[in-house]
Every structure is written in C-alpha cells, then in structure tokens.
Nanobody
Framework: QVQLVESGGGLVQAGGSLRLSCAAS????????MGWYRQPPGKQRELVAR?????NINSADSVKGRFTISGDKKAVYLQMNNLKPEDTAVYYC?????????WGKGTLVTVSS
C-alpha cells in the first residue's frame, strides 16, 4: 500500500503563488508516475500535471507556463505561479504503483479575485 499526504493549500489572491507538497510513504519502491489532479467546485476531477520516473512531464494546457511539477518516489511538488480564480479547486496527489492509482485526501486551493 501507498499513503500520500498533501500540504500547502490555502487562500491566495489572483497573481499570487503557492507550493503544494505531497509526501509518499509505504511501498514506494515500485512507484511509477506521480502527479497532481484537481476538482473545481461542481466539476469533475482533471489532470493538472503528471511526471514519470524518467522525468517526462504531461500537463494541462491551462497551467502551462504557470505551474511546475517536480519530485521523485518519495515526494512530488507543484509550484503554482500567477494563480487565477479558475484555479480554485481541491488538489489531489496521485501515485501509481502495482498497477493501481493511489490518492491523497486533497488540499483546498482558493484564489480570490
């Protein structure tokens, strides 16, 4: 089993920055891709950014140039700059191991205009 715990969410004004962190524990030796997803109010969960063990990154067009993902098997980070009100969402950390996607409980990011 893999446990993921997010931190770093909060309230920020538009144009501001936040850094999300996700700590992984448990059976992480087989950890593959890790990433961040988000669920805006009243909407479905969507990909923000995902990183492979080789360092390849896939990110949503809406965050390119503003958000940066980094990390390894033990932790993954999301640096969010120039935040917009539409970035308001619960952000979830994801880690894939043993052909299973594991999820954290989420951290709320609120961007005020």
């Amino acid at each position: 089993q893999v446990q993921l715990v997010e931190s770093g969410g909060g309230l920020v004004q538009a144009g501001g920055s936040l850094r999300l962190s996700c700590a992984a524990s448990g059976s992480i030796l087989s950890m593959g891709d890790m990433g961040w997803y988000r669920q805006p109010p009243g909407k479905q969960r969507e990909l923000v950014a995902r990183i492979t063990p080789e360092g390849n990154i896939n990110s949503a067009d809406s965050v390119k140039g503003r958000f940066t993902i980094s990390g390894d098997k033990k932790a993954v980070y999301l640096q969010m700059n120039n935040l917009k009100p539409e970035d308001t969402a619960v952000y979830y950390c994801m880690g894939r191991a043993y052909a299973t996607d594991f999820w954290g409980k989420g951290t709320l990011v609120t961007v005020s205009s």
